[in-house]
């Protein structure tokens, strides 16, 4: 039987591949033998099994599916941004096969019933799995703790109020009690809305300049460390979203030293680009935290370099055309992210001398799964067959016409970016391929 593009048979093997595992890219050819979903056997060589057809993969890198811990569907409530399957086509086309889909959906994610919605979507597009977060606190007014045991026992991974933080010290501390028990994390929005204000980018040489309000460092910092400090009185776990300052970072440095249960992430466009970018008033690079100075993108690459920052996450964040052509103060907060991540991280840290690709590609497979708790971004005998194929020397262009998201408001238009996803696998099932794969 051939194997084509068109028809994926049950059982096959990629063969010809570097694999990459566990930080490493293996120097040797390498294959994977797909059975009904599963790895059946993976491994150096080139065997051939009887009968089973094979894709010659020659000079691809062959890694784990990516997993993602922070992304907005929108769905329900702002359908015409995104939904859970035109995001999930979205994450197909960057290499992700798991998805953790943030609750400030309208209605937001805050019961069962929601966080069961979500998943039923997920199942429905079939391109990802899709693993929702549940609000901390009812409609995330930040009041009332939200039925966070009832949403655990749904699939809810994870809480947040994600879009905002929880200005109530006390409400925090509760939830981190409540989630530790439940066994899952709680992840911050460390944001301090009294010091930012109507803020919209970096509070700066450049905030000054173009007469915009500033968003000081100190919103996030003093949040992050009184977030860290209530996880180490509860011992609960807290994940840091989207970290963006050299303090946070410093902040999560030492908390991790000392023993307590922090983990963190950071975005592609944290660890790639400054406030300067907002110099022509392009809503484009208005995002929540803002883009910062240029010692706190290098602080946020270091921190991913040495495991202070556990893995990278999009925080995808679809929004209409329509929305980012208002006037940078008024336009809404946030840019996709899913299509060009892989590719950010290969051209900004891997070109730039701060991570090696096998632990790039760590950063986007068992670093975040191990913050989640999955035992997903690993191929191993018997395990779910998610994985990708990259062409990490590849270069290629940022156009309307690459992006599988139903919004277009990317930072990285125009830009030419190294390291492309040439397909991408869910439980052995093709979800993603480019138009014509020119293999090896
Ligand atoms: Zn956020």
């Known amino acids: 039987m051939e194997w084509s593009w068109q028809r994926i048979p049950a059982e096959y093997l990629v063969t010809g591949v570097k694999l990459a595992q566990g930080g490493k890219i293996g120097a040797r050819k390498g294959f994977l033998h797909v059975k ?5 056997s993976i491994g150096a060589g080139t065997p051939t099994v009887e009968g089973v057809p094979a894709l010659a993969a020659d000079g691809l890198v062959l890694a784990p599916g990516f997993v993602d811990t922070h992304v907005h569907f929108r769905e329900p409530g702002q359908e015409e941004k995104e939904t859970v399957a035109s995001g999930s086509r979205a994450a197909a086309a960057g290499g992700f096969t798991t998805v953790v889909t943030m609750p400030n959906t309208d209605p937001p994610i805050d019961n069962a019933g929601m966080v069961r919605y979500v998943i039923d979507r997920g199942v429905e597009s079939g391109l990802c799995r899709v693993l929702p977060t549940g609000a901390i606190s009812v409609g995330r007014k930040g ?28 409400l925090m501390s509760n939830a981190l009690k409540y989630a530790r028990l439940l066994g899952v994390p709680i992840m911050t929005h460390a944001e301090d809305l009294t010091i930012v204000g109507d803020g919209c980018m970096h509070a700066g040489y450049w905030s000054t300049r173009l007469g915009l309000p500033g968003m ?167 395990g779910e067959a998610d994985f990708v194929l990259l062409a990490t020397d590849r270069e290629w262009v940022v156009t309307p016409a690459s992006l599988r998201s139903r919004s277009r408001n990317s ?29 090896g």
């Open 216 to 382: 000081a460092r100190a919103s996030e910092d003093a949040a992050t460390f009184r977030d860290i400090e209530l996880a180490r009185a509860g011992g609960a776990h807290l994940h840091v979203a989207h970290v963006s300052t050299r303090g946070s970072v410093a902040i999560i440095r030492r908390a991790k030293a000392e023993g307590v249960r922090v983990t963190a992430e950071a975005t592609p466009h944290h660890f790639s680009l400054e406030h300067s970018r907002c110099r022509d008033y392009s809503p484009l690079f208005k995002m929540n935290p803002p883009l910062r100075e240029p010692e706190d993108v290098a602080a946020v690459a270091d921190g991913l370099a040495d495991g202070t920052i556990d893995c990278i996450a999009t925080d995808h964040a679809p929004h209409t055309a329509t929305e980012k052509e208002l006037q940078f103060d008024q336009a809404p907060f946030g840019v996709i992210g899913l299509e060009t991540a892989f590719a950010v991280g290969v051209t900004y840290l891997v070109e730039g001398g701060k991570l090696d690709l096998g632990r790039l590609i760590q950063c986007f497979t068992e670093r975040p799964a191990a913050v989640l708790g999955l035992p997903l971004g690993r191929l191993e005998e018997g």
């Open 411 to 439: 930072a990285f238009l125009g830009e030419t970016l190294k390291g492309q996803v040439v397909a991408t696998f869910l439980r052995g099932r093709l979800t993603w391929h480019q138009e014509e794969p020119s293999l």
């Open 143 to 170: 009041e009332t703790l939200a039925e966070l045991g009832a949403m655990a026992e749904a699939g809810a991974v994870a809480f947040t109020d994600d879009g905002s933080p929880v200005a109530s010290g006390k």
């Open 36 to 40: 009904k979903g599963r790895v059946e």
